[in-house]
Nanobody, 121 residues
Framework: QVQLVESGGGLVQAGGSLRLSCAAS????????VGWFRQAPGKEREFVAA????????YYADSVKGRFTISRANAKNTVYLQMNSLKAEDTAVYYC??????????????WGQGTQVTVSS
């Protein structure tokens, strides 16, 4: 079992930055790939980024590539999402999720409760 708790959301102006954290419990966390997803009001949840269990591989949605960076610190059981050059369209609830599967865009075993990110234009 893995429990995930997101933090770091908030209100920021367009062009600003935020860093989200995903803290995990469970001694096997470093065997899971971790992804970030987001869901805006009235829209479906969408994939944002994912990182392998070792941190050696990462993958991004085209909409955030070059602006967002995913990283992890397994010693701290934490995964981060650094978000720069934020746009109003990045406003959403952001979720982290953990998986042992290979389909990083769709197939996850555990989910956090989400953290709100609001970007004012």
């Amino acid at each position: 079992q893995v429990q995930l708790v997101e933090s770091g959301g908030g209100l920021v102006q367009a062009g600003g930055s935020l860093r989200l954290s995903c803290a995990a419990s469970g001694h096997t966390f470093n065997t899971y790939a971790v992804g970030w997803f987001r869901q805006a009001p009235g829209k479906e949840r969408e994939f944002v980024a994912a990182i392998s269990w070792s941190g050696g591989s990462s993958y991004y949605a085209d909409s955030v590539k070059g602006r967002f960076t995913i990283s992890r610190a397994n010693a701290k059981n934490t995964v981060y999402l650094q978000m720069n050059s934020l746009k109003a369209e990045d406003t959403a609830v952001y979720y982290c999720a953990a998986t042992t599967q290979r389909d990083w865009e769709n197939d996850y075993d555990y989910w956090g409760q989400g953290t709100q990110v609001t970007v004012s234009s």
